[in-house]
């Protein structure tokens, strides 16, 4: 059994920030890339950034240079330093982490989501 608790979303006002984090727990052997994702009200969800294992990452354009996503490999923990949020950034975030097993079978986990809701 593997589990990714969300945290660290909330209400802000348009040019604040805030933090989120993902820490994945249970029967881990190996997490390769982990990320975050976003699913605003009646909208399809999307890719909000991604980190492999080694640290490379990669931004969706709408939030390149405002968010950094980072992680704790230590911790299986991974990060998303939002600032500058805009309205538009309102959404579920979700994350979620690419694990192999004790069993060393792989599979991808998502976390329940956090809210975060931007006001202008």
């Known amino acids: 059994q593997v589990q990714l608790v969300e945290s660290g979303g909330g209400f802000v006002q348009a040019g604040g920030s805030l933090r989120l984090s993902c820490a994945a727990s249970?029967?881990?052997?190996?997490?390769?890339?982990m990320g975050w994702y976003r699913q605003a009200p009646g909208k399809q969800r999307e890719l909000v950034a991604t980190?492999?294992?080694?640290?490379?990452?990669n931004y969706a354009d709408s939030v390149k240079g405002r968010f950094t996503i980072s992680r704790d490999n230590a911790k299986n923990t991974v990060y998303l330093q939002m600032n500058s949020l805009k309205p538009e950034d309102t959404a579920v975030y979700y994350c979620n982490a690419d694990i192999q097993n004790y069993s060393l079978r792989y599979f991808t986990e998502w976390g329940q989501g956090t809210q975060v809701t931007v006001s202008s």
């Open positions: 980190i492999t294992s080694r640290g490379s990452t």
């Open positions: 249970g029967s881990i052997f190996s997490i390769n890339g």
